[in-house]
């Protein structure tokens, strides 16, 4: 556990530019003097604060590795930090590629963005087969596939998804998704039950579970 100076120091060298919005800054500043092992030791600190910035900083530049720190904190009971542990590992897996399919990516998304999911599959399928380590490709071309309704293939790219990314919530979502499309109520309550216990504050999933146990309990009842 960090001691109270060097939270103190921590939050008065990152948060000027982290409250003026300066990334380029409080990147500098964090690669100058808080790498990111360091940044998961402030993730034990008691002050709510400390966690908060460290939890925000470490999603600006942690790896996937760094994911196993950030996961948990989906769960926490403070909502700043879930939100912020969310948009960290958003920000880590959007970049866990090579800086060429970093960029790659980012154009399958303004694809899927302008509804053209076909150039979005094209240039995802060719992207997962130059760097197939790199999970958000994947997720995001099951997506794609899913606006398609190609549903089998999508299923594919979920799984390829969370075999390289188990704490990937959307992805395992996705896979509820695809099995809602094919009527297996089981397969979907599954899937998202188990989005759920990585991000319990999934926009509709919870009601969705809720609304399936409620209908599988009526069913039984009829019988």
């Given amino acids: 556990m960090p001691g109270d100076a060097v939270a103190v120091r921590f939050l008065r060298t990152v948060g000027p530019p982290l409250s003026a919005g300066d990334l380029q800054a409080l990147v500098r500043e964090l690669d100058r003097a808080w790498p990111p092992d360091c940044l998961t030791d402030l993730l034990c600190s008691t002050s709510l604060k400390v966690v908060r910035v460290a939890t925000v900083c470490l999603g600006h530049t942690g790896a996937m590795p760094h994911c196993r720190f950030l996961a948990p904190l989906l769960r926490h009971i403070d909502d700043d930090i879930a939100q912020a542990a969310e948009d960290g590992l958003w920000s880590i897996w959007m970049r866990a590629g090579s800086l060429r ?11 899927i963005e302008a509804d053209d999911f076909g150039s979005a599959v094209y240039l995802l399928s060719a992207l997962a087969v130059r760097e197939p380590g790199f999970a958000e490709v994947h997720h995001q071309r099951g997506i794609a596939l899913c606006l398609l309704e190609r549903l ?5 790219a979920y799984r390829q998804a969370v075999q390289l990314n188990a704490y990937h919530f959307s992805a395992v979502a996705g896979l509820g998704h695809v099995r809602a499309e094919h009527g297996d109520v089981e397969g979907t309550l599954y899937y998202y039950r188990q989005a759920l216990r990585i991000n319990p504050r999934l926009s ?11 209908l ?5 009842a009829a019988l």
């Fill in 101 to 111: 399919g970093t960029r790659e990516l980012a154009d399958a998304l303004r694809c």
């Fill in 152 to 156: 089998d293939e999508a299923e594919e």
């Fill in 204 to 214: 509709g999933l919870p009601e969705a579970v809720a609304e399936i146990e409620a």
């Fill in 216 to 220: 599988m309990l009526r069913g039984r």
